[in-house]
């Protein structure tokens, strides 16, 4: 096999590839045995047809076409490799020469992933924050502790306030039919955390103990049923139940309740030394960040769209998502936000380009450097996430096989690699302090089992 690159304009190739003759020959006898078995003609067993017979009675266009489906793939990887060029894209084959006795001649037109033009990432210079945890977000987390603590007690014949838990008998009709999956009898509903149906728990605000009422409700889109998104709903709820949070004193007694210290200031010093460890992670995440920013913006690159367009269509599939998992849909958020579509289609394309850029930029870092990864550390990973996902790792593995996923993994693992990479041969500048809530440029988290912070969701996130 032999194969000639001619580079086009806008990142595309064309690879002349030429099979040699025998190899072609040896893909038309596979062609024709496969072929034979196939086809009934008459006077001959099936499978003993001789080939010239097949070759008049079919055509040899038949044979040459099934040889084609053999050669044309393990060419195309060969010159791939000999050319070294990453493809990004399907091919376009054009055959220019397919005859008996003589080579395959064949053009690959394809795009390919674009020369970077780095500029200097080594020795970048960024803020790293300083970590500084005060006794004011000690006090807050204790007080965090205390609201997961705190004891639920009946509340008696009162009415149902904001932050109560109300005991339901519920009844749901949907289409005039009852819908059991939405009802349930003693069901706890906590007013106020937004947990339940959009606009179900305003209901049952004022509500007394013994109370019955009935209201409609548009089920949202992206409903955790799919055959109820969007329906209308009808409900009929009883208040059974009416208990309240009660706080337990932050004391010494409240401290050996929640933790193994024995007393408040150990507690309270467990706090400290955990929000400082945040801290310090979040600080590494932040300067991290910066560095990888500065380093991809010195680069320069031509993006490719159908990159641009893959990225964009996996960020609004995520973007989606995470309004799902706040109960909203893409109308909720447009209204709430008062944006429009086109807004939120340029936001997801900013984001998409910006991701686009800052792989192509580590991946040629990565390359540059001779950073890879090692079949140990995708196994490392895989076990990482089925002890995560409480699987067995060769349920999970196979299934990552099965939908194509283990080179995204590898993909992931390496851009972290780079990033060490360059984290690691950056200069450090001390600046703001960060404490142990959620920084910068990072998610929220859990501390001791206390919620750090909450999340937005805004497109290209």
Known sequence: MRAALERLDKNQVTLQIEVEADQVEDALQKAYQKVVKRVNIPGFRRGKVPRPILEARLGKEVLYEEALDILLPQAYREA????EVEPIDQPKIDVIQMEKGRPLIFKATVEV????????????????PEVKVGD???????????????????????????????????EATVDGKPEPRLGGQERSVEVGSGKFIPGFEAHLLGMKLGEEKEFTLHLPSLYQYPDLEGKEACFKVKVVGIKR???????????????????????????RNKLEEVGRLNARRIF??????????????????????????QDTQDFIRRLAYQRLNLEDYLRITNKDFDTVQKDLEAGARDAVKRSLVLGAIAKAEGIKVTPEEVEAEI???????????DKLRKSLEERGQLASIEEGILMQKVQEFLRENAVELPDEP????????????????????????????
């Open 245 to 271: 949070k009660e706080l337990s004193p932050i004391d010494d007694e409240f401290a050996r309740d929640v933790s193994e210290c024995s007393n408040l200031q150990e507690l309270k010093e467990q706090l």
């Open 136 to 170: 004011d977000e000690v006090e807050a987390h204790l007080k965090l502790l205390q609201q997961r603590h705190a004891r639920l007690v009946d509340a008696g014949d009162g009415t149902v306030d904001d932050g109560d838990i109300a005991v339901i008998n519920l």
């Open 383 to 393: 076990n990482d996430m089925a002890a995560q996902y409480n699987m067995e790792t």
């Open 80 to 83: 791939v490799q000999q050319q």
């Open 288 to 313: 991290t960040e910066r560095v990888v920013q500065k380093v991809v913006e010195q680069a320069e690159v031509e993006l490719p769209e159908i990159l641009v367009k893959r990225q964009m269509e």
């Open 113 to 128: 992933l674009p020369e970077v033009k780095l500029g200097n990432y080594k020795g970048i210079e960024a803020v790293k």
């Open 434 to 461: 960060v404490t142990g809530e959620a920084g910068e440029e990072t998610g929220a988290g859990e501390m001791a089992g206390v919620p750090g912070g909450t999340e937005e969701v805004s497109p290209g996130e």
